[in-house]
């Protein structure tokens, strides 16, 4: 929603100051379309047309007498043709302009006024809607990253601070459908680019430093499907796309002087420096399911039937056919995670009477049973996707009658771990949120704000309740508003947990916004009798790989998932797993860190047990594949950090060197984590290089 307090007359804006550019080649029924959606939408909007279409074919374009019909020189190209547009806009005066494609259709009168009062309430210097092909609405906003010859094409990330509007994230990424200044648009393109053009106008606009803002509440059809089949011109058309986009990305790669390419959809593009581009897909491998690989096939399974509903007794099974036609293809992602695309026979686990047989079809994110993070991360920090973020990293802690008793402690950790944040230069501006849903629980806030006055803490009340899903969904819905900004964090937790003094700083390191969440896994102490552990010397802990109650994600990949689940009443610790199911499988993020912590323990439970976590109080079903992450320690971010060093400088420089300028650059040793994580990589090379040499 808009925030309250801007108000200005955004129809008037676009029917009288605005024009609509459509650049098209070879498909004037589609253009067609186009216009006449946006006449019905905007009547009398001044629309201009730029056309390099071959003079021979029939054209109803130039008969058309409301609007204005540029005539390229033939197959001009993309580039070309869109100057020319901007050009003509320009000139004829109009302060603002939408440009789009030939196949992309507008979605209504109400939602281009929005995105007009969008523009202007983000601070936009170019603003675009969502591109959406059959339903689907994928790769409209995220990341871009050149360095050293490589260009990094990372969709569907947020990781700019929020907008004022929650729909609108800044991006370096957006598609062909931009509402803007004609000035601001002027020259923007390459006019020797026929096709391949996408990528290096965001880099020009990257360059200029100019302001993106994707919204994804302005959805705009894409009917490419659609042209293509009418077009008698079709399969020269595509034809003539693909070879050009062969014989022009070399021209790109010389241009902005890469040789490397990883794009938004899984392929990486390398350039051997002649006159063509070596094309290597994602690796990739086609699995023909067989019996010596059913075990694969279970994990695709425990994934797939995570996502169903766990109450109406619809599990898949996988049925062993001897003429069944099951095949899975499987692409790396990341370091932690696949994709698996394919289909499968399966029978519905029902009662009889519904049963039936089909063929599934699969397109999953599979978890990697194991994962070096440290490398993950290193790389993502390479890339400079994780310097410098904005920090707000916010605690919900329910409360029932049973564990109250160790506010005060919890309370007492949090201001420990603020003190050790300030001493490394960690501004944390988050909030603590106590949730109290048992009124039997006296809590007072400002009594509590006097005895921890430099915690934010907040204390809220629901419904009398064993439901921890209702508790943690309304703190949430509090953070939520009280924060700006859309890649804010929060962490679940209980007041049975103990936690280190660099805790904060593990939960920054490893949420990040449309990336990865964290769930690290608890020691719980058998015989401590809530106490603190480490005043036990033979206490007896076991790592509890089934408990999923402390979660760290980003607010916006939690709103992607859809929120806390509150069916899973009955069932203390499901509503974690359950959203820890949905952001996994049903967003962007990729991982979600499973860690056994070091110094992270859990007081409570005297008689805790495996099987209690195990069968009894969790979702009626197989727990899904998760990735068990390695512990991220100080000594493995050193090494790895001196291995990507050593490659992206070319030098030969010893862990001991490299200490030696974390001294010099970062006093405090313990610090290694924020220091990596908060600080440029190159500011750390240039004083590595300055040292050695």
């Known amino acids: 929603m808009i925030k309250d307090g801007y108000m200005f007359d955004a129809e008037n804006l676009l029917y009288n ?53 540029i005539e390229l020189p033939e197959d001009s190209g993309v580039g070309y043709g869109r100057n020319r547009l901007v050009e003509a806009i320009s000139n004829d005066g ?66 700019y601070n929020g907008t004022n509007v929650e729909t609108c994230h800044r991006t370096d990424i957006i598609q062909n459908i931009i509402f803007a200044k004609p000035a601001i648009l002027l020259r923007k393109w390459d006019d020797y680019l026929k096709n391949n053009d996408h990528y290096d106008f965001l880099l020009t606009a990257k360059q200029n430093n100019l302001r993106l803002i994707s919204c994804s509440d302005i959805l705009f059809d894409h009917i490419k499907d659609q042209c293509q089949s009418k077009s008698p011109h079709s399969q020269h058309y595509q034809q003539l796309r693909t070879q050009r986009w062969k014989d022009l990305i070399p021209y790109v790669f010389k241009k902005w002087h890469l040789h490397s390419l990883d794009d938004e959809v899984g392929n990486t593009v390398t350039f051997n420096g002649t006159q063509h581009a070596i094309i290597t897909w994602a690796p990739t491998k086609r699995v023909y399911v067989t019996s010596s690989n059913d075990t694969f096939v279970t994990e695709v399974l425990k994934v797939v039937n995570a996502k169903l509903d766990a109450w109406n007794w619809c599990r898949l099974i996988y049925e062993k056919r001897a003429n069944h036609k099951s095949w899975l293809k499987v692409t790396r992602i990341s370091s932690c995670a696949e994709r698996v695309i394919g289909s499968l026979s399966v029978a519905y686990d029902r009662p009889t009477q519904y049963k039936i047989r089909t063929q599934l079809s699969v397109d999953i994110k599979l978890p990697k049973p194991t994962c070096d993070i440290s490398h993950h991360f290193m790389q993502l920090i390479k890339n400079q996707i994780i310097t410098n973020r904005f920090l707000s990293i916010n605690y919900i802690v329910p409360l029932s009658g049973d564990n109250k008793v160790h506010v005060n402690r919890l309370l007492t950790l949090f201001q420990t771990m603020q003190s050790y944040e300030q001493s490394i230069g960690m501004n944390n501006t988050g909030r603590i949120v106590l949730v109290n849903m048992d009124s039997t629980i006296q ?46 964090i929060f962490f679940t937790t209980d007041t049975s947990l103990l936690f280190p003094k660099d805790f904060g700083l593990r939960i920054a390191t490893h949420v990040i916004c449309g990336v990865s969440g964290y769930a690290p896994i608890v020691a719980k102490c058998l015989n401590c009798q809530d106490k603190n552990p480490m005043e036990y010397p033979n206490s007896k802990l076991i790592w509890m790989k089934f408990e999923m109650n402390a979660l760290g994600f980003c607010l916006s990949d939690y709103t992607s998932a859809g929120g806390y689940n509150d069916q899973w009443s009955a069932k203390w610790d499901a509503e974690s797993i359950d959203i820890y199911d949905r952001i996994l499988y049903n967003t962007s993020v990729l991982t979600i860190n499973r ?35 390695s512990l991220m320690t100080n000594q493995k971010i050193l090494q790895t950090l001196v291995t990507v060093l050593n490659k992206a400088l070319h030098a030969d420089i010893s862990q001991e060197e490299l200490i030696d300028v974390w001294q010099a650059y970062s006093p405090k040793q313990d610090a290694i984590y924020y220091t990596i994580m908060y600080k440029h990589v190159e500011q750390i090379s240039v004083a590595i290089v300055q040292y050695k040499y």
């Not at 430099?454 to 209702?470: E, F, K, Q, W």
């Not at 056994?596 to 979702?619: F, I, P």
């Open 595 to 629: 860690i056994q912590e070091q110094d992270y323990y859990h007081s409570g439970m005297k008689n805790a047990t495996l099987r209690y976590y195990e069968n009894e109080n969790v979702l009626n079903r197989t727990l899904p594949p998760s990735t068990l992450s």
């Open 443 to 488: 809590l007072q806030e400002k009594r509590l704000q006097l005895q921890f006055p430099s915690l934010s803490i907040s204390v809220i009340r629901t419904i009398d309740s064993r439901n921890r899903a209702i508790a943690l969904k309304h703190g949430v819905e509090y953070i939520r508003n009280k924060t700006n900004y859309t890649d804010t």
């Open 17 to 69: 100051a605005t024009a609509i550019g459509i650049k098209t080649f070879l498909r004037p029924s589609c253009a067609l379309e186009v216009i006449r959606r946006y006449q019905h939408f905007i009547p009398g909007v001044r629309i201009y047309v730029a056309d390099d279409s071959y003079r021979n074919i029939s054209n109803p374009l130039k008969a058309l007498a409301n609007i204005k019909y």
């Open 94 to 159: 109009y302060e603002f302009m939408i440009l789009t494609d030939d196949d992309i259709l507008p979605p209504s009168r109400e939602e281009l006024i929005r995105l007009v009062k969008y523009y202007f309430v983000t601070k936009a210097d170019i603003i675009a809607g969502s591109r959406c092909d059959n339903g689907e609405c994928k790769r409209n906003r995220g990341m871009i990253v050149q360095q050293h010859g490589y260009l990094h094409i990372y969709p569907d990330v947020t990781l």
